[in-house]
């Protein structure tokens, strides 16, 4: 399979842990998205890189939340001290297909539960 | 007001109908997306397209630039079809923006 994979596909945890999630985007693919849907909302932009570079990053993603793509392959988005209010599904996507530059390929997505 | 609008945000029909769902935006895009994610939650990219209409199986997806609007069609639907259906525009280097989805079921 050389779709988008995401890891874990559901976390658990309590209020005030720290979680990572990866996330592997299609090879050769430069441009790697996160996104944060929570319950009947559509996805929101969390933040994007080029490459190793992270380009741009929503209000959204507060002092707690940190992503990296240290090689400019997989990324990691860790949230530090969860709150109730982090329960989401984090999706991630890749782009950059020179052949079809605009368009995104959706990971499965990591559903997050904090109790 | 929000950058992408879809309309019916809840849709039931009868298995076999023609169902259509409308996506407005506000704001100009490089191409607009149709997805779909069932229950489990993950997002599957059903169109890509910058202009006129993609056709996949039994699915229609049509764009008029001018007027800022795309329609996602579904021919003979099947309760299988049933899903979130989300509309969602951007493209290239820009983030995506999403709309809140359209909640469909279709019943036996």
């Known amino acids: 399979d050389t779709g988008v994979s995401q890891d874990p596909r559901h976390k658990i945890t309590k209020r005030g842990q720290n979680v990572t999630f990866r996330c592997d985007p299609i090879s050769e693919h430069n441009r790697l998205y996160w996104y944060r849907q929570t319950l009947g909302q559509g996805p929101e932009f969390l933040t994007y890189f080029q490459n190793e570079a992270q380009l741009e990053k929503s209000r959204l993603l507060s002092d707690r939340f940190s992503a990296e793509r240290p090689k400019g392959s997989f990324s990691t988005l860790e949230i530090q001290r969860t709150e109730q209010g982090d329960s989401a599904m984090y999706l991630c996507a890749s782009g950059g297909d020179r052949d079809v530059p605009y368009e995104q390929y959706f990971g499965p997505g990591t559903r997050l539960t904090v109790t | 007001k929000n950058e992408v609008e879809q309309s019916p945000q809840n849709l039931t029909a009868q298995e076999g109908e023609f169902i259509t769902i409308n996506c407005s935006y506000s704001v100009g895009i490089s191409a607009l997306h149709w997805l779909q994610q069932h229950p489990g939650g993950g997002i599957v990219s059903l169109f890509m397209?910058?202009?006129g209409k993609k056709k996949h199986g039994r699915l229609i997806a049509t764009i008029n630039i001018q007027e800022k609007h795309s329609s996602l069609h579904i021919t003979a639907s099947h309760p299988r079809d049933s899903a979130v259906y989300i509309c969602?525009?951007?493209?290239?280097?820009?983030?995506?923006?999403f709309g809140k989805g359209t909640r469909l079921h279709i019943l036996p």
């Open positions: 397209l910058s202009s």
């Open positions: 969602a525009v951007g493209g290239g280097d820009d983030k995506i923006i």
